[in-house]
């Protein structure tokens, strides 16, 4: 867009047309392949039996030896059997380990190819095709039983206890085109009711915790893509946002809209050359990330250079763009429990606000101690009480901090989590998530 063009979504601009259609319901069957024992059992007979012997042959004046020629072929028959033992070693090692797997097969153990050494979070299996990315998760009830998990290529997951298990849920040729490969990017309930939006530019609407959606048609007008939506109230009240920086209030279940902002981000700064803002001049482009103060309402927008960020309050007409004067570009931003903000800067750096709100400069922050060896950082989130938190980032990079991100300590069990780690998702103090790229899942044991 040039400068000092605007695009404005007013109230009679409304990009949406609300339409109900039901969706139906789709369970996969987890299944197990057995392995066959094989002869593993004759085979370790017979390597203990060539051990023992060995052992005798090893003991020299311990054992009482004869004389002639029947000691002789004794001898010359021991010394074969420890060659063949040389010979045979790898095959007969492997026989041990066949007998092992097979034996925990049998007695209801399976060796799990994906298990990981973290005493803190267990990988869990998804029924996903390889290259899904997952995008974000909620729950409907207070116990953090029955939930709903987001990702690329159309993909929606429910689970019925607590994210142990998780089932492809179907919304149904005549709600979802399948010649459209949707990226569902947000998820939130409050209650039984939920919302889901997308890209391309989707909305859904469940009042039943999920058992039928409807689907509320947007405009093609619409600026920008669907990247959240937040059920802010009870009986049909939400707010919806784009990478834009679009704003729309809804207080009866999507039938009317409100624009909360008066114009688009790129139309904000250009039309605010004079600001100062680094990098803002003659801006086109979209939020790379979008985080909602849940207390207060506020929003945070982060450019997608990295190299400035913008906010939202209740009751302004435009986003309020923020100067920077360090030159390391932020990789994501978002606000902490306490209502302070925190950031992490490409190369694996990590920065809390001061002060328990949006601070005014850029040096008002203080940066943790971190090791990330190096590996960028994606996201960081807390429990819902906010005492633990925890930054993810690429090659399975997990770290932990129990003094509200001072101090960081990695969790080295996580390391061989071959992918990247872009969220951290708590529902209670004891149901948290690890969002990833190639369908990863990880569910947290508590302990941390």
Known sequence: MRAHQHQHPTRHDAPFAAFRRRRTFLKTTPFRKEEDKGNAHHIHAR?????????????????????????????????KTI???????????????????TGMLLEG?????????????????????????????????????HGFLLGTRQTILETFDGGKT?????LGADLIDDEVNYRFNSVSFRGDEGWIVGK??????????????????LSPRLPGIPVLITATGDDGVAEMVTDQGAIYLTTDAARNWKAAVEETVDATLNRT???????????????????????????????????????????????????????????????RKDGGVWQLTRGGGIYLSDTKALPEQDDEFTEGKIGSRGYGLLDLGSNAS?????????SGSVFSSNDKGKT??????????????????FAKDDVGFILGNDGILLRYRGGA
């Open 47 to 79: 390597i203990m039996m060539m051990t023992q012997r060995a052992s005798l042959r090893g003991r020299g004046d311990d054992v009482e030896k004869g004389g002639g020629e029947e000691e002789e072929e004794e001898e010359e028959a021991t010394t």
């Open 83 to 101: 060659q063949m033992t040389k010979r045979q070693l790898a095959m007969a090692s492997l026989a041990v380990t066949m007998q092992t797997t």
């Open 109 to 145: 153990k399976e060796a799990k190819a994906d298990e990981i050494l973290s005493n803190f979070w267990e990988q869990i299996d998804l029924p996903l095709d390889p290259g899904v990315i997952l995008l974000d998760v909620a729950f409907t009830d207070e116990d953090a039983k």
């Open 166 to 170: 998780w089932d492809a849920k179907d």
């Open 200 to 217: 391309p530019a989707i909305l859904l609407h469940t009042t039943d915790a999920g058992k039928t959606w409807e689907r509320v048609g």
């Open 273 to 335: 050359v004079s600001s100062g803002v680094q990098g803002a001049s003659y801006y086109t482009g979209s939020f790379s990330t979008v985080s909602r103060n849940p207390d207060t309402g506020e929003y945070i927008g982060l450019s997608s250079r990295g190299n400035f960020y913008m906010s939202w309050a209740p009751g302004q007409a435009y986003w309020q763009p923020h100067n920077r004067s360090s030159a390391r570009r932020i990789q994501s931003m978002g606000w």
């Open 386 to 394: 906010g005492t633990k938190y925890f930054t993810v980032g690429g």
């Open 408 to 425: 960081w300590k990695r969790d080295r069990g996580t390391d061989q989590v071959a992918g990247n780690l872009y969220k951290v998702v």
